[in-house]
């Protein structure tokens, strides 16, 4: 059992194909899970630079002046962002970090762990995709030192929130992978907790508030999104996080 707090996801009421973050828009934060019914995919296509439909519908649905997405290489590249006028697809970048309002950051996930990032100071926000690959090649480390650049500030207070993802039971790997995350090596194949992983190398880099989801995408298959239980026939979800109205860390709004 993770020694984080466990923090669920809650169905947005009016758009039963989100879950979201309910108690982030205390700090003037609006982030969530798209595609979590099951009835839209949002793979992005493999050239062009234009959202397509369902991704310019989402922006719509959540009223951002602007999206941003991009073709993820399961490696440890963070775009910072400033300024964003129209939306946009990427190439070559896992996560992404911002201070613009008005401006969704978003990644695709199916099983990976979908990581948000908030910081009061600013405000600024993160988010990024973080697969074995990307964690054993730094991808937390990366995002956590670009939040650090663009608030001007240090680690200990952002708080971080590990989404919906394959759990630590579901998820069993290779002595390889384990080596590959500096984890103890097992001599056979194991399961391993990657939001677990993940938080604990927050933990190091001073970050002391940190939430995960309980939600695996592989037993909970309510319309979740899974790679390892549908194989190729899987879509991808869309985690995404953008600034709202400015709010104290309280939630109070700011004059």
């Known amino acids: 059992m993770s020694p984080f707090t466990s923090v669920a996801e809650t169905?947005?009421?009016a758009t039963p194909d989100l879950r979201i973050l309910e108690h982030w828009k205390a700090y003037g934060v609006r982030d969530g899970l798209a595609g979590a019914s099951g009835g839209v995919d949002y793979r992005l296509p493999q050239k062009g630079r234009g959202l397509p439909g369902p991704w310019a519908l989402l922006q719509a649905q959540l009223g951002w002046t602007a999206m941003v997405v991009s073709r993820q290489p399961h490696r440890a590249a963070v775009k910072v962002h400033d300024p964003v006028t129209?939306?946009?697809?990427?190439?070559?970048f896992d996560g992404h970090v911002t201070r613009q309002r008005g401006l969704c950051i978003a990644v695709t996930v199916a099983d990976c762990v979908p990581v948000y990032l908030y910081h009061p100071d600013g405000p600024s926000i993160g988010i990024f995709h973080a697969g074995w690959r990307g964690v054993a090649a730094g991808i937390v480390e990366a995002?956590?030192?670009?939040?650090?650049?663009?608030?001007?500030?240090?680690?200990e207070n952002i708080i971080m929130h590990c989404g919906v993802s394959i759990c630590g039971s579901c998820y069993e790997v290779g002595p390889e992978v384990w080596e590959a995350l500096g984890e103890?090596?097992?001599?056979?194949?194991?399961p391993i907790d990657l939001r677990d992983v993940i938080a604990r190398r927050a933990q190091n880099l001073g970050i002391t508030l940190i939430t995960v989801s309980p939600a695996c995408t592989v037993h909970e298959s309510r319309g979740l999104q899974s790679y390892r239980r549908q194989g190729a026939q899987s879509g991808r979800m869309a985690a995404y996080i953008g600034i709202g109205e400015p709010c104290t860390r309280t939630g109070t709004p700011v004059d």
Do not use: F, Y
């Not at 129209?86 to 070559?92: D, E, F, K, W």
């Open 11 to 13: 169905t947005d009421r």
């Open 86 to 92: 129209a939306p946009r697809i990427l190439q070559g």
């Open 143 to 155: 995002g956590v030192r670009a939040m650090e650049g663009v608030s001007g500030h240090a680690a």
């Open 184 to 190: 103890p090596k097992p001599k056979t194949n194991w």
